[in-house]
């Protein structure tokens, strides 16, 4: 699989901003749909659709330019 986009030899402001916030917020994964497509659910019960592999989707919206809270918690 070719990756889309160049190697960063380090994470971005945005990525570890994400990073800290996917550390201290409680969220969980609640269904694996595929061995790369997840649902995270969020304290508040609401449900994120996660695919993981050579672009980064999220129903939150996030996740296609930079990593969103919920692509962070699925890689972690």
């Known amino acids: 699989m070719k990756k889309n986009g160049k190697f960063r030899v380090h994470p971005t402001p945005a990525f570890e901003t994400c990073f800290e916030e996917a550390q201290s917020t409680r969220l969980f994964m609640v269904q694996e749909t595929g061995p790369t497509k997840f649902?995270?659910?969020?304290?508040?019960?609401?449900?994120?659709?996660?695919?993981?592999?050579?672009?980064?989707?999220?129903?939150?919206?996030?996740?296609i330019e930079e990593h969103c809270i919920h692509t962070v918690y699925s890689f972690v």
């Not at 649902?39 to 996740?63: A, M, P, R, Y």
């Open 39 to 63: 649902v995270i659910e969020n304290d508040e019960q609401q449900k994120f659709k996660v695919e993981l592999g050579n672009t980064l989707k999220c129903s939150c919206g996030g996740g």
